[in-house]
């Protein structure tokens, strides 16, 4: 089975082309592209909807035709479309959704709806085998930070999330008051890399409490004194003050993440979306595996953030698993991943 799979959710144009046996639950990528639009956004200090839509329009056509060039395949090849039908933004869903509903209907190819969190939820299965269900997935992107026990494809309980801001938001938020770019989870990643962690004291929001619900717009309002307590700011301080807003994030994000494996016991713990792309967090799941019996999944680092890979993959795991869709889909900037 061959899959086309287009992903314009936000502010990433991405194609790829996937590949399975017939009945088997895995493949492998044939080819994959993804054109960034940070470097058009991140004048704006984050993402522009309107310039996000016109870019995806720009780029994927031509995306499209090289993924099926590279791989020499042609659109009578193709046995489905895999698309991005939400959530995310209105216009840039429309792009790739329309594009694909078009090519379908042009090529008579049946054209999939995928939830975008379930392809970031699946994506470590490109790079080897799921889990045994149910296992816990920690989902940490820009606009998502929340703790899911998935029971089977398709079957996503959403057992814990954020109050207010995502983890990504806050590291994206906490960046701009350090006066670094767009997006702010890699910058700061980088500037904590030469910080100490100790130095600033940052509160751990919630961390006590006895749910699995997140809160981080505390953190971020901390950030804003700190930084306005230091005043001037020497490189050094900035580093010290990354770190610590990393390691504040990281050390919330682990024991929350725990706590849902304890109280679901599911020792199986996912971490995907794209702050799961940040090295001190990998590091200390990997520490976790070390020392725990929770065994500890996670993408790699290209297919943590936005890829099409992954909604293709998912696509092959709810065909596998017999689920249909409704004839009559359309985008839904606001689905939920909850059934
Ligand atoms: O999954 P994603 O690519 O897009 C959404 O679906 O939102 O996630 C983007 C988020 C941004 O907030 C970005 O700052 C964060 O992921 N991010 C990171 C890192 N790379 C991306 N956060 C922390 N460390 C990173 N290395
Ligand atoms: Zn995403």
Redesign the pocket.
Known sequence: MLILAIET??D?TAAALFRSEPSSGSGEIVAEKIASQIETHAPFGGVVPEIASREHLAALPAMVDAVLDEADFRWDDLDAIAVTAGP?LMGALLVGVSFAKAAGIAYGIPVIPIH?MEG?LLAPGLSGALPEFPFITLL?????TMLVRVNGIGCYEVVGQTLDD????C??KS?RLLGLPY????E??RMAMDGDPRRFKLPRPLLNRDNLNFSFSGLKTAVMYAVREAGEMDKQTRCDMAAGI?GAIAEVLIRKSIKACEMHHAPRLVIA???A???C?REMLMDLALQSEIRVYMPELKH???NAAMIAYAALQRIQAGLSYPDDWDVNPRWSLAV
């Open positions: 959710s936000c990433e995310g975008h970031h940490v992107s820009g606009g998502h995502a983890a990504g938001e590291f994206d960046a997006p702010g989870g890699p700061i990643s990393e979306g794209g702050v792309a940040n090295l967090l943590c953030t936005d």
